[in-house]
């Protein structure tokens, strides 16, 4: 198991950035697949952003593509989300997680290591 923790998350203005963070520890992230979920309040956890184990390569939900990017850095074992642009319909809780097998990635049950989450609120 891979134990993972975000950071990063804070209030921002519309039009402003924020890096989020996905610090893991017990496993190397280079064996997993890297994503980041999103929950406001009342709605379904929604998919943002994966980075795939095997090459690095990335996908974007349609609400992400060209406002955020996903990275990790393998030497300090983080990922991050970097989101510019940002929108008032971005508020939420920001989710990190791992999965080791699948190729569903856009489906939260793919995902066995969750963090805890760290709120992200984009006033008007």
């Known amino acids: 198991q891979v134990q993972l923790v975000e950071s990063g998350g804070g209030l921002v203005q519309a039009g402003g950035s924020l890096r989020l963070s996905c610090a893991a520890s017990?496993?190397?992230?280079?064996?997993?697949?890297m994503a980041w979920f999103r929950q406001a309040p009342g709605k379904e956890r929604d998919f943002v952003a994966v980075i795939i184990w095997t090459g690095g390569s990335t996908l974007y939900a349609d609400s992400a593509k060209g406002r955020f990017s996903i990275s990790r850095d393998i030497v300090k074992n983080t990922m991050y989300l970097q989101m510019n642009s940002l929108k008032p319909e971005d508020t939420a809780v920001y989710y990190c997680a791992a999965a080791r097998y699948g190729d569903n990635w856009r489906v939260p049950t793919l995902y066995d290591n969750w963090g805890q989450g760290t709120q992200v609120t984009v006033s008007s």
């Open positions: 017990g496993r190397t992230i280079s064996g997993y697949n």
